[in-house]
């Protein structure tokens, strides 16, 4: 088994909060189906590199030995800032490719605006190129112009992060019969499908359209455990039009959650898994008597930083 980021040389003087916190959430949509809702708050893992991103990087980060990385996002990537606060905080040099050559002519959202204060140097490219992003040439061509970095695919999701959110399952085991995620690239719930024992199952709640992250994550499970680890699911039906969309209803839901438990809800995962859980609990998905652990994998960018009260009121 990998070792847990808490673990990793350098990484450890952060100080992250590990395991994180796991928290009742008494909640009567569910009760009144005799489940068990429990909020798994990978969110308060570190200010700057908070739940999945956390478990994603650390392991790719030990691995590039403090050497340039390179890696890929859009606009309102999580996956870009945390990686450039954690090249501000360890003291190597980042860059990131981002999806939209139209933006460099424009002034940088606030989230690419942080990212090039913590130090990363940003490289548009335009929408055709940025899907041929894993393509030898296309790579060669940003490596010539930025030299020698190792390279995180989009969303951090390879081999090394699927086996860094294999401690995810540890921490969970024994704690719910259902442990769920929500997913846009699939490393999470490849590593916390393979740390859960027989008898748990995970659950991924896919927050963009297109159907094809089954099969990335049984590629993700093959390349980092040599084949299938785990059981998992999916649930395609909460995307709500896409990554980056939302709708009222979801708005109002996460309002509405924020009110009843005293949780900053992230809209554009942690709103949809929690949505999705709302719904199958209604739907008789989860058995009478039984838990299920929703992972909260980030915040919204404007909740306090060092909330780590507990969540349920």
């Keep these: 088994?990998?070792?847990?980021?808490?673990?990793?040389?350098?990484?450890?003087?952060l100080q992250p909060l590990l395991p994180s916190p796991l928290q009742p959430a008494e909640d009567e949509r569910f009760a009144r189906h005799g489940v068990r809702l429990l909020l798994k708050r990978d969110d308060l893992i570190h200010p700057d590199l908070?739940?999945?991103?956390?478990?994603?990087?650390?392991?790719?980060?030990?691995?590039?030995?403090?050497?340039?990385?390179?890696?890929?996002?859009?606009?309102?990537?999580?996956?870009?800032?945390?990686?450039?606060?954690?090249?501000?905080l360890l003291g190597f040099r980042t860059v990131g490719v981002v999806r939209g050559d139209e933006l460099a002519h424009r002034p940088l959202n606030p989230s690419l605006?942080?990212?090039?204060?913590d130090g990363m140097r940003l490289h548009f490219v335009d929408r055709q190129t940025y899907r041929a992003k894993a393509d030898p040439q296309v790579l060669a061509g940003l490596l010539s112009a930025h030299g020698e970095c190792e390279v995180i695919p989009e969303g951090g999701s390879n081999a090394l992060a699927a086996q860094g959110c294999t401690a995810l399952g540890l921490e969970l085991r024994d704690?719910?019969?259902?442990?769920?995620?929500?997913?846009?690239?699939?490393?999470?719930?490849?590593?916390?499908a393979a740390g859960l024992p027989p008898g748990q199952r995970a659950l991924g709640i896919p927050v963009l359209r297109g159907g094809f992250l089954g099969d990335a994550v049984r590629?993700?499970?093959?390349?980092?455990?040599?084949?299938?680890?785990?059981?998992?699911?999916?649930?395609?039906?909460?995307?709500?039009?896409?990554?980056?969309?939302?709708?009222?209803?979801?708005?109002?839901?996460?309002?509405?959650?924020?009110?009843?438990?005293?949780?900053?809800?992230?809209r554009l995962y942690v709103a949809k898994?929690?949505?999705?859980?709302?719904?199958?609990a209604g739907e008789g998905a989860f058995p009478a008597g039984?838990?299920?652990?929703?992972?909260?994998?980030?915040?919204?960018?404007?909740?306090?930083?060092?909330?780590?009260s507990d969540s349920s009121r």
């Design 1 to 13: 088994m990998p070792a847990t980021p808490s673990g990793l040389p350098g990484l450890s003087r």
């Design 50 to 88: 908070p739940g999945n991103k956390w478990r994603k990087l650390a392991p790719n980060l030990l691995a590039a030995a403090g050497r340039p990385v390179l890696t890929f996002g859009g606009a309102y990537s999580n996956h870009l800032r945390a990686t450039a606060a954690a090249g501000r």
């Design 113 to 117: 605006a942080r990212c090039a204060a």
């Design 175 to 192: 704690a719910a019969d259902v442990a769920a995620v929500a997913c846009g690239t699939g490393g999470t719930l490849a590593g916390l």
């Design 219 to 266: 590629e993700l499970q093959r390349e980092a455990f040599g084949g299938p680890a785990g059981t998992w699911s999916l649930d395609e039906r909460f995307h709500f039009g896409g990554y980056a969309r939302a709708t009222p209803e979801l708005h109002s839901f996460a309002d509405d959650f924020e009110d009843r438990h005293g949780l900053p809800v992230e």
């Design 273 to 280: 898994l929690l949505y999705a859980l709302t719904v199958l």
């Design 290 to 308: 039984s838990s299920v652990a929703a992972v909260i994998t980030g915040r919204p960018d404007d909740a306090p930083q060092d909330q780590r």
